[in-house]
């Protein structure tokens, strides 16, 4: 492989990648719960937008209560707003959304 031909091959990944998250972004949700376990309200979001959530139940805690209102958000905005205060990370690759406990963080005196 040239080295003109793999710029042309990283470029391309490039493109796919952030058109992959713009496109997450442009996903419109509306969203209106109440201290309502975070599977219930995942479920919901996956019925508005034409992604699939990948988790484990127990290390993600699915059965949290959230409380979230939103209208015609992006999807990003809602997960940064839903997840960010359960410490939960999230990750968008093609069609999936991956959950994943955040990091602890230790502290050191």
């Known amino acids: 492989m040239t080295v003109k031909h793999f710029i ?3 470029s391309l990944a490039l493109v796919i990648m952030l058109g992959s998250a713009q496109l997450a ?18 479920n919901e979001i996956q019925k508005q937008v034409d992604y699939t959530f990948v988790y484990n139940d127990q290390q993600v805690g699915a059965d949290k209560p959230v409380t979230i209102h939103v209208q015609n958000a992006g999807l990003t905005a809602v997960l940064d707003q839903m997840l960010k205060p359960l410490n939960i990370n999230y990750k968008i ?10 990091a602890a963080t230790s502290t050191s005196r």
């Open 8 to 10: 042309k091959m990283m």
């Open 25 to 42: 972004s442009a996903q419109n949700i509306t969203l209106n719960f109440d201290r309502t376990p975070l599977k219930t309200v995942l």
């Open 93 to 102: 690759l093609d069609k999936q959304i991956a959950l994943s406990p955040a």
